[in-house]
């Protein structure tokens, strides 16, 4: 029996040991999905947390041979995430509503928002689509070509081909601000 298979093993027979061996292996990994969906830090650290107590809970489940382990942990990992993004009724205040925040920021942001959105809008839809996966929905190149049902190669194709449009996209806004500014002038 490999080392990893015989650390599960003690771990589904509720081994501390274990589990602890097993956050050691896999929790930056694990950090890194989950702060790359959510993009906040003290979030993110409760959802590992709660992803680790899950692998605890649930460690009995897992099937060696239907899979990697790190690959069970991370769906986990990833539908916590998801599932703590998609709840909307939230009951404790995470936004700041200081009567000192600085309104003109949060609408440069909004601004920078739709003009992305609107570039992105006049991609392909296909290219529209591999974005929104990887860079909107936190999903890997590996994942998201398994949505769109395309090889990785071809999804990482279309990824590379839509950012090359876009900063073209952004290219042509810049060099016609420059030309505006000088014609003002």
């Avoid at 029996?1 to 589990?19: G, P, R, V």
């Avoid at 605890?56 to 690959?71: A, I, L, P």
């Avoid at 909004?110 to 959105?117: E, F, V």
Wanted: aromatic share 10%; hydrophobic share 35%; proline share 1%.
């Amino acid at each position: 029996m490999s080392d990893e298979k015989n650390l599960i093993f003690k771990l589904q027979q509720k081994d501390e040991t274990a589990l602890g061996l097993i956050y050691d292996k896999y929790s930056s990994a694990l950090y890194g999905v989950i702060i790359r969906i959510c993009k906040d830090e003290d979030v993110a650290k409760n959802l590992l947390q709660d992803t680790f107590m899950t692998i605890w809970e649930k460690s009995e489940s897992y099937d060696v041979n239907k899979g990697r382990f790190y690959t069970w942990a991370y769906r986990i990992a990833k539908n916590k995430t998801l599932n703590f993004l998609r709840k909307s009724d939230q009951l404790i205040q995470v936004e700041d509503l200081s009567v000192y925040k600085d309104r003109t920021e949060e609408e440069t942001d909004k601004l920078d928002y739709l003009k992305l959105n609107g570039t992105i809008k006049r991609l392909e839809p296909h290219h529209q689509k591999a974005i929104e996966l990887v860079y909107f929905n936190g999903l890997t190149h590996r994942e998201a070509h398994e949505v769109m049902d395309v090889p990785l190669g071809t999804f990482k194709s279309y990824i590379k081909q839509a950012i090359k449009q876009l900063q073209q996209s952004y290219l042509k806004m810049v060099t016609f601000l420059m030309i505006l500014i000088e014609v003002m002038r």
